[in-house]
């Protein structure tokens, strides 16, 4: 099925994800095939938890669901200084994932970034 017309909407059930990203590109965000919604991603963050360095974040979008398909990244590699946070988009760059896409998130070392992702499920 379609994307459901925003105008016409009957739900929106609001999600927050957290989680310590990995070297793996992983999906955290996805809307399945007939889904019947679409997610407005209002909010990805970053914070640097290593004990020093910098790390390295990368989130893209995939053309299938479950991270399949070919990642367009919105960020690739962008380093986070120790004790700092990145906010790669917030409430007034929010997007939508349509049905049959995934967010991905990439970090460059294991255990260097909290992620936390806010969203929106309309139907």
């Known amino acids: 099925m379609a994307t459901p017309n925003i105008v016409g909407v009957t739900t929106i059930t609001g999600f927050t994800t957290n989680f ?13 095939n007939n889904s019947n919604s679409i997610l407005k991603v209002n909010l990805i963050s970053g914070s640097h938890i ?8 990368s989130v893209g979008i995939n053309n299938l669901a479950a991270g399949a398909g070919t990642t367009t990244w919105i960020l690739r590699n962008v380093g986070i200084a120790s004790a700092s946070s990145l906010v790669v988009t917030d409430k007034a760059s929010s997007f ?3 049905e049959n896409t995934s967010l991905v998130v990439q970090a460059s070392a294991a255990s260097g970034v909290d992620v936390t992702i806010s969203y929106d499920s309309i139907r």
């Open 50 to 57: 290593a004990a020093s360095g910098t790390q390295y974040l």
């Open 96 to 98: 939508y994932l349509t």
């Open 20 to 32: 310590t990203a990995t070297t793996a590109s992983t999906s955290y965000v996805s809307n399945a």
